[in-house]
């Protein structure tokens, strides 16, 4: 990973506990964009090429990413509480809301415009999701050998259908040995 970004002040426990509970609240059908506004651009705790790191590894690991991602940046600034923190404040909210939701979705799940209202949800998280991968790409676009190893992935999973773990298994490699190769 590169140098770790110099925040303003000192990323307390309470702080990680804060800002995720915020990102939590803030989406409905993906976090992402909310977890990389927060800790890139409104709390600069990452840089932008730390944020691609810590999200990479993150979807490599079992396990949902954004979870993985405030394990990881609790613990890079408090330890082990701090990734508790993170991630209790990521979940709490998120968890309270959606065991209601399903209480109340259970109850009118056969009517249309409930049905309607998941459908149109669903076009706004995809949104979100093309967003933030086209900001997450801005960092790697002036490396041909990066840029390369995402268009490969993208067709493979994306338009190629192939399974991803086996697509990963292909590719960690290969992005490792460039990386090493080129010493960037």
């Not at 140098?3 to 990323?11: H, K, Q, T």
């Not at 690991?61 to 509480?81: D, E, K």
């Not at 409930?114 to 706004?124: E, K, P």
């Not at 960092?139 to 190893?149: A, K, L």
Request: proline residues 7%.
């Amino acid at each position: 990973m590169s140098e770790p970004a110099s925040p303003a002040r000192p990323v307390t426990k309470g702080a990680l506990f804060s800002g995720f509970l915020k990102v939590g609240l803030s989406g409905f059908g993906g976090v992402l964009p909310f977890a990389r506004r927060m800790l890139v651009e409104q709390r600069r705790w990452l840089t932008e090429q730390e944020f691609t790191e810590v999200l990479s590894l993150s979807q490599f690991l079992p396990g949902p990413n954004i979870v993985n991602a405030s394990v990881i940046v609790g613990r890079r600034f408090q330890g082990p509480l701090g990734a508790v923190a993170a991630t209790l404040g990521l979940m709490l909210m998120p968890l309270v809301i959606v065991l209601a939701l399903a209480a109340v979705f259970a109850q009118f799940a056969e009517v249309e415009a409930v049905r309607g209202a998941c459908r149109g949800v669903s076009a706004a998280a995809s949104g979100l999701i093309l967003a933030t991968a086209l900001r997450m790409a801005q960092p790697i676009r002036r490396t041909p050998w990066q840029v390369g190893i995402g268009v490969i992935v993208l067709g493979a999973v994306g338009f190629a259908r192939w399974p991803m773990p086996w697509v990963l298994a292909a590719m960690v490699p290969a992005s490792l040995a460039f990386a090493w190769w080129r010493r960037e």
